[in-house]
């Protein structure tokens, strides 16, 4: 466990929810192992040829496609494990990605090299997943994805994938650097940084631009379409703000900008994101907001850029006012678009465990938000063979495992969580110890004068 392998003058001080965290990340690690890396999706209903067809009449036929659907969207709601019948399980490279980044977390907490190990793993797993067909690295899904625009065929390059892949590469990559103590991990730092090089290079020249005013782009959500998605332009503009500054490339930062300010100019007066800005997907629902959100806290985190702070702080009041339910807890919409089959959903609480983490300090609210949702992961969605409920149903839960739509996003979420919390821990045991100190120096100095 780690708090065994944490030095105890350290470790012990910390606080019982810290404990249950670490215990938490301990067994779905050992789940994980035993589980195997392939899953069923949320999508799965959808991604095979009978849900495919059926959705697809669904945005061409309102009237037929609800009648084809709902027979399937009453399975989703009642009978979960019903999607073994429609689709296999399989490898998602978000989650690859996210259970890369949380074993670099634990490594950092650990320092046990078989977490690193298993990030490098992950890692790996990235580089045979990277879509065929194009000269850069990048990631899409390994299903067919029917929308409302069309069908995009799987291995489809997504920006909204692509960024969890630069993260995971970016931060095993600090973590190398910090450590350059032999041949191997100089070369397996310079491989991070190539890789890194090359998404960025992606997500750059791939990812096609669309002026919505003088100081402003969308951007595309594969290299095929036409844009308008927020939090697409989002990812792209943390992206590339991360690389202009990793590679010293300012035609990154540009083209960064420009999608920065598009998002900023999409945020509604009341401090809310639509998910799109056709005039059809004007929904706004709580993993999307923290996505949003998310990406506009680690661009001011890098740049000080002044109008994200004032986003993000009217973005934090309509997240708080508007995307939790009476218990305090995140609810899916603030207003639902269509009938929801669920209550509440992993995602969501794994997003809004993310979101507070980065923006905590600077707006105190979401440190008692952060608290009462891990409080309420830990008692009520950490099952007995150390994965995470799925969903909480109007009528039961959703407990089949699925890598892309919650596990791996809670993984990371607590790891992220551990890690901040030892790291809080030691700088006000830091700041205890000068204090003490100069209180020492003060009475030796005391003493001195009085003789």
Same mark, same amino acid.
């Given at each position: ?11 012990r ?10 215990d938490?990340?301990? =067994? ?7 589980? *195997?890396e392939?899953s ?8 095979g ?7 697809? &009449? ?5 009237l037929?496609?609800?009648a ?9 709601a009642?009978?979960?494990?019903a999607?073994? $019948?429609?689709?296999h ?15 670099a977390? !634990? ?13 490098? @793993? ?11 067909g ?9 299903? +067919? ?13 997504l ?21 350059r103590?032999g041949?191997?991990? #100089? ?5 991070c940084?190539e ?5 960025? =290079? @992606?997500?750059f020249?791939?990812i ?6 003088g100081?402003a782009? #969308? ?7 036409? *844009? ?35 998002? !900023?100019?999409?945020q509604?007066? +009341? ?11 004007? $929904?706004?629902d709580?993993f ?11 661009i001011?985190?890098?740049? =000080?850029?002044a ?11 309509h ?9 305090? !807890?995140?609810?899916? /919409? ?10 509440r %959903?992993?995602?969501?609480c ?10 905590? +300090? ?12 891990v ?10 063979? *150390?994965? /995470? ?10 407990n089949?495992?699925? @890598? ?11 790891? /992220?969580?551990?890690r %901040? ?12 110890d ?9 009475n030796?100095?005391?003493? &001195?004068?009085?003789?």
């Amino acid at each position: 466990m780690i708090a065994d392998r944490y030095p105890p003058s350290v470790f012990r001080p910390l606080s019982p929810e810290v404990h249950k965290v670490s215990d938490a990340l301990g =067994g779905f690690s050992a789940w994980l192992a035993r589980y *195997g890396e392939t899953s069923w999706d949320h999508q799965s209903f959808f991604a095979g040829p009978i849900g495919r067809r059926a959705k697809s &009449l669904y945005y061409r036929n309102r009237l037929l496609g609800t009648a084809t659907v709902a027979p399937i969207i009453f399975l989703e709601a009642f009978c979960p494990s019903a999607r073994r $019948f429609f689709h296999h399980p399989t490898r998602f490279p978000i989650a690859d990605a996210h259970y890369a980044m949380a074993f670099a977390f !634990l490594f950092q907490v650990t320092n046990d090299e078989a977490n690193l190990q298993r990030a490098f @793993h992950f890692l790996e797993e990235l580089k045979k997943s990277r879509c065929p067909g194009f000269e850069e690295y990048c990631w899409g899904y390994p299903y +067919d994805w029917v929308t409302r625009n069309g069908n995009i065929k799987e291995q489809t390059p997504l920006i909204t994938s692509t960024p969890y892949a630069y993260e995971a590469f970016l931060q095993v990559y600090h973590l190398l650097e910090a450590d350059r103590s032999g041949i191997s991990t #100089s070369n397996a730092a310079n491989d991070c940084r190539e890789i890194m090089a090359s998404i960025a =290079g @992606h997500a750059f020249k791939d990812i096609k631009d669309f002026r919505t005013s003088g100081q402003a782009s #969308s951007c595309s959500y594969t290299p095929y379409d036409s *844009g308008g998605v927020i939090n697409a332009a989002a990812y792209r503009a943390f992206l590339l703000t991360s690389a202009s500054q990793v590679f010293s490339n300012d035609h990154y930062w540009k083209t960064a900008e420009q999608n920065l300010n598009f998002v !900023l100019g999409a945020q509604n007066r +009341d401090g809310s994101c639509y998910y799109a800005v056709d005039g059809v997907r004007d $929904f706004v629902d709580h993993f999307h907001t923290c996505f949003v959100m998310k990406a506009l806290a680690k661009i001011h985190a890098l740049t =000080g850029h002044a109008a994200t702070l004032e986003a993000l702080s009217k973005g934090v009041s309509h997240y708080l006012n508007n995307l939790f339910d009476e218990e305090g !807890l995140p609810k899916p /919409f603030s207003k639902a678009p269509r009938l929801t089959v669920y209550k509440r %959903e992993l995602y969501d609480c794994a997003e809004c465990i993310n979101l507070c983490l980065l923006l905590r +300090d600077r707006f105190p609210a979401l440190d008692r938000t952060l608290d009462k949702v891990v409080t309420h992961i830990l008692e009520a969605w950490v099952k007995r063979d *150390g994965s /995470f409920r799925s969903r909480k149903l109007h009528l039961g839960w959703d407990n089949v495992p699925m @890598h892309r739509w919650g596990q791996s996003q809670m993984f990371r979420s607590l790891a /992220f969580y551990l890690r %901040e919390s030892i790291k809080a821990r030691a700088q006000r045991d830091q700041r205890s110890d000068v204090r003490d100190r100069t209180a020492a120096l003060g009475n030796q100095t005391a003493e &001195l004068i009085g003789k």
